[in-house]
RNA sequence: GCGGAAGUAGCUCAAUUGGUAGAGCUCCAGCCUUCCAAGCUGGAGGUUGCGGGUUCGAGACCCGUCUUCCGCUCCA
């Protein structure tokens, strides 16, 4: 049996060899976690990407598609809270390895202070019977000590925010004898920035420059467009908005292959509704969005729904789309009941009202919002990882075989004339000529028929069609099937609806529509 | 970021205590004309991730660095 870890690793070098991925710039040494699609990969990516978006946009009356840019107004971040999120000052510990805020050290370290003067108040309290509380807090030797304590580490961190000075955080830490929680020691690495979000300057003069940033998540430039879609194209709530396009962060710990990537690409579409009906449509997307995934006919075992306990301040429900990938059930796609923050948030931001009319409600209101956002590179790796097999074939042979949907594939066929010469290449390229119009389909001549096979099987290609001598006579070819190996004799004026049958997004499309 | 492991041809891997960098597959040209990777001939492909050091001599030993995988950590 093959460990789960050997599979990732195949898995790694098989979409290398085959030129579905490769790491970026790799031979200036490779760039940490970034990736390339090579020429299969291209092409699968592409597939997904039309197979979400027609699912969304072309079969919802209700959903239209966008395409906004990378780059925001600096605003945009405040209002998301990305600028104040994602930029927390950590501190870790040597000894325990465990890594904190460091803000979040010294905020406990005044908690555990101002509880020393809670215990001198009620030991006071206790001891006399007029107690004069308030003369107590101000007058106490003690209590003013602690008190001098806590305004003194306050001021410091203040100042040190402001100035931006992480070493004097560390020094705030250091005096203040913080230990670790878990190691209980005091040997304290520096204290570090890191800002998960990419910044640049906009504009060539760099001192009037003003910093922007490159998108951490595509959903921000739905929200900042929702009027405008709303307004020229005359939607009603409930409406929604698609938009597939890459997103940034640099993550600290980037990893598992193109599992975790600094430059990936998302899939995502927020569906404004009327206040308090989100439970029901929260409910509706959710099986609406896995279906989506059923239609692939891709193992149901390897999905499961994983519900957020801890809810993000904004959301009043979300759950995670979980896939088994070969490091496990990690999350692939995300369902958020977003209520109106959003939106609410830029109306504050941009001072501008957005807001919209309910004619059956005769009332104004700022829409809420259901999410569905999946990441289209981690859906490629989830694709990827449940098609590859290695197959053992009834004569003991093996054959390594990429079982894509057929709709997803690179190459939908691959012709063959099964020797070269005797007019053969000729006929194989009249079919590829006669195909190449609706389907990506490729040529090979090289070697054995048998080994061809086995070439197309490696990247995916539902169907083989060889011509032979007979072919020159009866104007039929054998098409041969990816996933049975089963061969048949088939007209060569069929072909092209005996492959549009198997490999069109159409078939797909029917299965949720 | 910390700890562990690894990096040799496109892929999978060899190379005795430090002593001429090799094989299979792939790829290319040709022969053969074959329906499930297996025949024959010839060929291409490498400053052993990169940079230093030790040595008469380094793929191997030492230091640094980059990248990848695993664990921890982090994660809207």
Not at 92 to 117: F, M, T
Not at 362 to 371: A, D, F, K, L
Not at 425 to 430: C, F, L, T
Request: charged fraction near 30%; aromatic fraction near 10%; glycine fraction near 4%.
């Amino acid at each position: 049996m093959t460990q789960p870890e050997d599979l990732f690793k195949n898995l790694i070098s098989h979409a290398k060899e085959y030129g579905f991925i490769f790491q970026s710039s790799e031979i200036y040494d490779g760039l940490s976690a970034v990736y390339d699609y090579g020429q299969n990969g291209a092409l699968l990516k592409n597939n997904i990407r039309q197979y979400w978006w027609q699912s969304m946009v072309q079969l919802h009356e209700n959903i239209v598609g966008i395409d906004a840019a990378i780059f925001m107004h600096p605003t945009t971040w405040k209002a998301s809270g990305h600028v104040d999120a994602f930029s927390d000052p950590l501190i870790d510990n040597k000894d325990s390895k465990k890594r904190y805020r460091a803000d979040v050290l010294i905020e406990e370290h005044v908690a555990k202070i101002e509880g020393k003067i809670e215990k001198e108040v009620e030991k006071a309290a206790k001891r006399f019977e007029n107690f004069d509380e308030k003369m107590f807090r101000s007058t106490n030797a003690r209590v003013l000590e602690y008190q001098k304590k806590i305004d003194d580490i306050n001021a410091r961190f203040k100042n040190a925010l402001e100035k931006n000075d992480l070493a004097e955080v560390k020094q705030i830490i250091v005096d203040c004898e913080i230990v670790c929680p878990v190691s209980g020691s005091k040997n304290w690495t520096d204290v570090r920035q890191f800002n998960l979000m990419f910044s640049t300057q906009l504009g060539s003069v760099s001192e009037e420059a003003s910093t922007i940033y490159l998108r951490p998540e595509t959903a921000q430039g739905i929200f900042v467009n929702f009027l405008n879609v709303q307004k020229t194209g005359r939607m009603k709530i409930p409406f929604g908005i698609a938009q597939t396009g890459k997103a940034f962060r640099n993550e600290i710990v980037a990893r598992q292959f193109i599992f975790r990537m600094r430059e990936f690409e998302q899939m995502e579409m927020q569906f404004f509704i009327r206040p308090g009906t989100q439970k029901e449509w929260y409910d509706k997307w959710k099986e609406t969005r896995l279906s989506w995934h059923k239609a692939l006919g891709i193992s149901e075992k390897k999905y499961r729904f994983h519900d957020h306990i801890k809810l993000a301040h904004y959301a009043d429900a979300a759950c995670d789309i979980e896939f088994e990938f070969p490091f496990g059930f990690k999350e692939l796609e995300g369902i958020h009941s977003r209520s109106d923050f959003d939106l609410k948030q830029h109306e504050q931001f941009s001072g501008r009202k957005q807001q919209y009319f309910d004619p059956e409600l005769n009332q104004s209101y700022i829409p809420y919002v259901i999410e569905t956002s999946i990441g289209l590179d981690r859906m490629f790796l989830a694709i990827m990882a449940s098609s590859l097999k290695e197959e053992k074939l009834e004569d003991g042979s093996e054959r390594v075989v990429l079982s894509l949907p057929p709709q997803l594939a690179p190459i939908k066929a691959a012709i063959f004339p099964l020797v070269k010469k005797d007019g053969l290449p000729e006929i194989a390229e009249k079919i590829i000529n006669d195909l190449k119009f609706d389907y990506n389909v490729t040529y090979d001549e090289k070697d054995t028929v048998g080994k061809r096979y086995r070439r197309q099987d490696a990247i995916g290609t539902p169907y083989c069609i060889t011509v032979d001598h007979e072919s020159l006579t009866d104007h039929c070819v054998t098409i041969r099937d990816r996933d049975t190996m089963k061969q048949e004799r088939v007209a060569i004026d069929k072909l092209k609806s005996i492959i549009e049958q198997k490999v069109s997004l159409t078939s797909l499309l029917k299965k949720i529509a």
